[in-house]
């Protein structure tokens, strides 16, 4: 496909009016939307009203004329509505990190007192997201030693491990590295089969591929604002509480948000009896304000088009990449086939780090990740046919040069 292939492409894309959704810079190519989700171009403003008109003008009353206080109700409905579950099965709170840990905890709290002490490994893929690994272990000194971590090397190993000695299975949909995509529904039956449930970490997926919490039997979920769904840098992440779980889940961490009537005062904890009892402090209105712009950006999009979409980019881009992989030493990390991934792709490299600097020097933004991965990510609401041509080009152009080999490529960043 030429370049005015990918012009006419872009000219009958579907989702091509999203674009305009979002405030991106001239002269740049973004392909870290999974990393750190563009700008809605409604951003600056609503900040702007919350700040100047809602806390500076309407000050403590906006906590009730401007429903700040259901905001991780409310955004928490909308990534609801986005991922196939109800309403008050998911709240906007938070970090990813330590809404997995509220999960965790509360489900093994549960393990434990059902009394079934052969119920001890907390399963895990070796190549998970780290924070997920760190928080299991830190759980596991919490709870004296009662629960163990058992990593598995493979999707297909996993499926096999799962049986009655299995706590809670710890699984990220779409790896962070490779972007492979692990299949929710059989792997949740599986489980269910088991005894067991899966804490899925949707920091990849949510936004990224079309997602059905409840058709596909998913009992426990988190996920990130920041990335696919454009909350902002730092935006608070998301939680998943089945409904058939409400009222027997614990709230690890039992915030005065987290009960059933925060401005009653009680003396004794009494958790809502939703996912509103995964909740635990004050909400950061701010923050929540640019989280509802990025969940808005999803507005009367079709998830079934954004798939295709994503699958079309990256079809182009590993066609594209083919002779570079076999004329500059890139090799695919990712899997293959389109529906064993997400929406980003990565390539290994052992110059890695220096040619993703070069890149990004010239306008194409995508990432590094240990230990020599280039990632692309593929975000369909602003990400146009033409830039995966153009990106590959100037990929190549940095290739023939040598231009990575500059020093200023070479020197680390403290964030990749
Ligand atoms: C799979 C996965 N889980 C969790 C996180 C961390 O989320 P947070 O910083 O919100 O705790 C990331 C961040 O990139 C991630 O990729």
Not at 231 to 238: C, I, L, Q, S, V
């Amino acid at each position: 496909m030429s370049r005015a292939d990918c012009l006419a492409r872009d000219v009958t894309d579907p989702l091509a009016h999203a674009r305009d959704r979002f405030s991106l810079p001239n002269n740049t190519i973004y392909l870290d939307g999974n990393s750190l989700g563009a700008m809605p171009k409604a951003a600056p403003a609503v900040l702007q009203a919350v700040a100047a008109q809602q806390w500076g003008n309407d000050l403590i009353r906006s906590w009730n004329t401007h429903n700040w206080v259901s905001m991780p109700q409310r955004i928490g409905g909308k990534i609801a509505a986005l991922l196939g579950a109800q309403s008050n099965e998911i709240v906007a709170t938070d970090s990813t990190s330590v809404n997995l840990f509220k999960l965790l905890a509360g489900w093994l709290q549960n393990v434990q007192m059902s009394d079934d002490p052969a119920r001890c490994f907390i399963l895990c893929e070796r190549g998970n997201f780290p924070t997920d690994v760190y928080i299991a272990d830190g759980i596991t000194k919490l709870f004296t030693d009662r629960f163990e971590i058992k990593f598995v090397d493979s999707a297909a190993q996993l499926d096999a491990q799962i049986d009655a000695t299995t706590a809670i299975v710890m699984l990220t949909q779409v790896d962070y590295r490779s972007g492979q995509l692990h299949n929710m529904a059989a792997l949740n039956a599986k489980a269910q089969a088991a005894g067991t449930v899966i804490l899925w970490d949707l920091a990849h997926s949510a936004g990224a591929v079309p997602i059905h919490l409840n058709a596909d039997g998913a009992k426990l979920a988190v996920g990130c604002g920041y990335k696919y769904l454009n909350g902002g840098p730092g935006a608070p992440a998301f939680a998943y509480l089945a409904q058939e779980l409400h009222g027997q889940f614990p709230s690890a961490i039992q915030g005065w948000f987290a009960h059933a009537k925060p401005f009653a005062f009680h003396g004794q904890f009494n958790p809502a009896s939703d996912a509103a009892r995964l909740l635990c402090g004050t909400p950061p209105v701010l923050s929540m304000a640019a989280l509802e712009c990025g969940v808005d950006t999803f507005a009367g999009i079709d998830m079934q088009q954004v798939r295709e979409k994503s699958s079309a980019l990256s079809a182009l881009f590993l066609q594209y990449m083919e002779p570079l992989c076999a004329q500059y030493q890139f090799s695919l990390f990712s899997p293959h086939a389109s529906e064993l991934r997400g929406s980003h792709l990565s390539y290994a490299h052992v110059h890695g780090y220096a040619i993703m600097q070069a890149l990004i020097a010239q306008g194409v933004i995508g990432d590094f990740r240990e230990p020599n991965l280039l990632r692309f990510g593929f975000t369909p609401l602003y990400t146009r046919f033409a830039d995966v041509w153009d990106a590959v080009a100037i990929l190549k152009e940095i290739m023939a040069s040598r231009a990575y080999e500059a020093s200023e490529f070479n020197q680390r960043a403290v964030v990749p």
